[in-house]
């Protein structure tokens, strides 16, 4: 049975976290009104260093609430009543995380219940927000009395702080903080522990239509970052005096030791089926009674009930971080005690491994874009080093040598360099033996696939007008740890070269899979972007802009490619995901967010933006919106790549691979431009657009072929003599059908 290796640091994510699960596994808290539930014990998916990419919602509401990490927050550890329990740090300076679909918690009632801790005493920091300037709500600390709550709402500015809500603790020890908003009498409390210390009637809530939610931070952009941990926290839309008081159990706890008497098991271990190596597996036990309760876990001997202690397996939560073959029929079991005295002992959970007796097989082999001699070959499973880097292992049947071959973007994907460039021919065929998997299975004999070679009829792009070419495969400097960047060059060659000498924060060199296989793309994190050189030199009357990228479609408000004021690409900020391409006359601001510019999640796409007086907009090179008779003026402008201005705003959440800008409108650059991005990044079966232009229809295709026309869908098609892409084509008074022929 073969295990996905894209999910290996997940597995490693879920791995950290269980090891610290709660010390009393408490009944859940009820789902009724539940919108967002995040807890540090469940749900955080982060790097093998501990560091978080995303903090996944728990509540099972329509609509996932996932935070997509800012910075680098971390996953680390405190020591409650109940013991240790997992919590998400921040740093005060630039984490947090951006949730998911925002306008679902523009709730007009509300209960916010937070375990939380501050570092240091601090002005100025937010818990949980949704807010826009002048809307919305925030829960934090004070912004003029350190160590005080504040429970803002607003319009008008409304912030409650009370003075028996002061929280701040040396040692940093969490507390449980309930916020609740009744829209009926608009009725405001704050609760530190289960004591209200403050109540406001008569408030009131509005949201802006830009209101977006935060953990950790005050906005998007960041601002009145907390500098604490949080553990757990839930919003519910109102809640009952039943499920307040359920809500309030669970979490006194599960975090601040309201067990009591003998001490009961009311969690038994399961039994669990996992394969062998690639997977760890945990097994957890629950319980309530006084503490402190001991636990220690048990492991039989041969499958027999003979049962001996696991050393230093004295959690709730007991894992082998890789399972082997030896594993397989084992019981666990956990026993606990406590002072009153008594002592409880768990049911038997069972061990299954599932052994994996199957070779690894070749998926593809894709030669590199523009490195001729460089092969990425991809296996269905992760391949072992030892024998997937012996350059001797592979073999192609048009007489160049393998001369290295390195482990690439996982551990189920390899890089071979070759002594000389591979060209296209009736079949470059590659041939691999010996190598195995990580469980030393070893391929078929001579196993073999035919390597996919990119067309090059378009590289590189027109150069004629070219004002900037950032690319991800050339031209990215980074730090010594080869991922954060320093730098990107500018490979225009236009007088005034526009490299992104600057950066805020860090933009990270990563790799991204396209239709032509994985190429390198910078991905940013909601914080980061690079500030062009010469940025007066984009103060263009006329201009046409290429991006391939891809975003989180759950986040308004992020740029590609900006000069503002003046010009800006990107998201919407009022849309999440759907394409905007803005401009201001010096005194309008003219936004075109056509409904077919809607991208998927992280799905790499071909954008293009073209103004000359009329703006247009195309996706995959199909025109989907159109403006005209518009003028752009460009006032204390700044040409920034992944936000909006110098000092950032509207930060990029997503990839890019490649930028061109132009300082021309013309349908055959367009066709030329689209053409090479599609055959880099895109190319498989030939793709067809068509678009109105006046009163014609204009035919632009890529990945190669010939337009041929019929009268009928049906047929019969014939070759368009001499016809080039972008083809115009006037109407005939008669039905017309195309299609491109390889």
């Known amino acids: 049975m073969k295990t996905n290796t894209n999910i290996i640091v997940l597995l490693a994510s879920m791995l950290f976290n269980l090891f610290f699960l709660q010390a009393a596994r408490a009944v859940e808290p009820p789902n009724a009104g539940l919108k967002l539930w995040l807890k540090a014990d469940t749900g955080l998916i982060t790097n093998v260093d501990g560091t978080a990419n995303a903090w996944a919602d728990q509540a099972g509401s329509a609509l996932n609430h996932d935070g997509t990490a800012v910075g680098s927050p971390t996953l680390g550890t405190y020591n409650f009543v109940n013991g240790p329990h997992p919590v998400v740090n921040f740093d005060g300076l630039s984490t947090g995380f951006t949730l998911l679909n925002d306008a679902d918690l523009r709730l007009t009632d509300m209960t916010i219940y937070i375990v939380v801790s501050e570092a240091a005493s601090s002005y100025s920091r937010v818990f949980v927000s949704n807010y826009q300037p002048g809307t919305g709500w925030a829960l934090g600390i004070s912004d003029g009395a350190a160590d005080y709550v504040k429970w803002y709402t607003a319009p008008p500015d409304d912030s409650m702080e009370p003075g028996g809500a002061s929280v701040f603790n040396p040692d940093g020890t969490p507390y449980l903080l309930t916020a609740t908003y009744a829209s009926a009498g608009g009725v405001k409390q704050l609760f530190v522990g289960t004591n209200v210390v403050g109540s406001k009637t008569g408030v009131v809530l509005a949201y802006g239509s830009d209101t ?31 499920q307040d008081a359920q809500v309030w159990a669970y979490l006194n706890e599960k975090y601040f030791g309201m067990g009591s008497g003998p001490v009961v098991i009311n969690h038994q271990p399961v039994s669990q089926s996992v394969n062998e190596i690639i997977q760890p597996v945990t097994f957890e036990v ?86 001729p001699t460089q092969v990425s070959v991809s296996f269905d499973e992760a391949v072992s080093p030892a024998t997937a880097t012996v ?53 078929a004999n001579n196993s073999q696939v035919i390597v996919s070679v990119p067309a090059s009829s378009a590289l590189p792009p027109v150069n004629s007008d070219l004002v900037l070419w950032l690319a991800a495969d050339k031209g990215v400097s980074t730090k010594p740890d080869g991922h954060s960047a320093t730098n990107w060059t500018d490979l225009s060659g236009a007088p005034l070269e526009h490299s992104g000498a600057d950066t805020q924060g860090s933009p990270q060199l990563a790799v991204a899979n396209f239709n032509t296989g994985p190429n390198p793309v910078v991905r940013f994190d909601g914080t980061s972007g690079f500030i062009l050189d010469n940025p007066a030199d984009f103060n263009l009357n006329q ?154 229809v204009v035919l632009t295709w890529w990945g190669g072929g010939v337009l041929q026309s019929a009268p009928a869908v049906t047929g019969p098609f014939t070759d368009i003599p001499g016809s080039t892409s972008p083809y115009t084509n006037a109407p005939s008074g008669t039905a017309q059908f195309f299609r491109i022929a390889q």
């Open 212 to 242: 977006h939610a935060n953990v950790g931070q005050l906005t998007d952009a960041g601002g009145q970052r907390m500098n604490g941990s949080i553990a757990e926290l839930l919003i519910y839309s109102g809640v009952s005096d039943s």
């Open 286 to 371: 629950g319980f309530n009674g006084a503490p402190p309760v001991s636990i220690q876990w048990y492991k039989n001997l041969g499958g027999t009930n003979t049962f001996q202690p696991i050393p230093n397996a004295t959690n709730t939560a007991y894992t082998i971080p890789s399972v082997a073959r030896a594993d397989q029929g084992s019981l666990f079991q956990a026993r606990l005690s406590n002072s009153v005295p008594s002592s409880a002992i768990s049911s038997n959970a069972v061990l299954t491994v599932i052994v994996d007796n199957t070779p690894p097989t070749l998926v593809s082999a894709r030669r590199a874009y523009l490195e």
């Open 391 to 443: 350059a001797t292992n592979y073999s192609i049947n048009n007489g160049l040598t393998v001369l290295q071959a390195t482990m690439g973007l996982n551990a189920s994907n390899v890089v071979l360099r070759f002594n000389a460039g591979i060209a296209a021919m009736s079949a470059p065929t590659l041939t691999v033996n010996h190598v195995t998997d990580l469980l030393g299975n070893s391929i």
């Open 543 to 696: 201009f046409s802009v290429y991006v391939v990228g891809s975003v989180n479609n759950g986040v308004a408000s992020s740029e590609f490619i900006a000069n503002w004021a003046g010009l800006a690409f990107g998201i919407s900020d009022g849309v999440p995901g759907r394409v905007k391409f803005v401009t201001f006359d010096g005194t309008t601001v003219h936004s075109m967010e056509p409904v077919g510019a809607s991208l998927g999640n992280h799905v790499p796409t071909q954008l293009t933006g073209t103004f000359d007086g009329n703006k247009k907009l195309y996706v995959n090179g199909t025109l989907v919106g159109s403006e005209t008779n518009l003028t752009v003026s460009y006032s204390s402008t700044f040409t920034v790549v992944g936000m909006l201005f110098f000092g950032g705003a509207q930060f990029l959440v997503g990839d890019i691979a490649e930028i061109l800008v132009y300082s021309k409108v013309d349908d055959a650059q367009r066709a030329s431009v689209e053409n090479y991005l599609y055959q880099k990044y895109f190319a498989g079966a030939p793709t067809l657009a068509i678009a109105r232009s006046g009163g014609n």
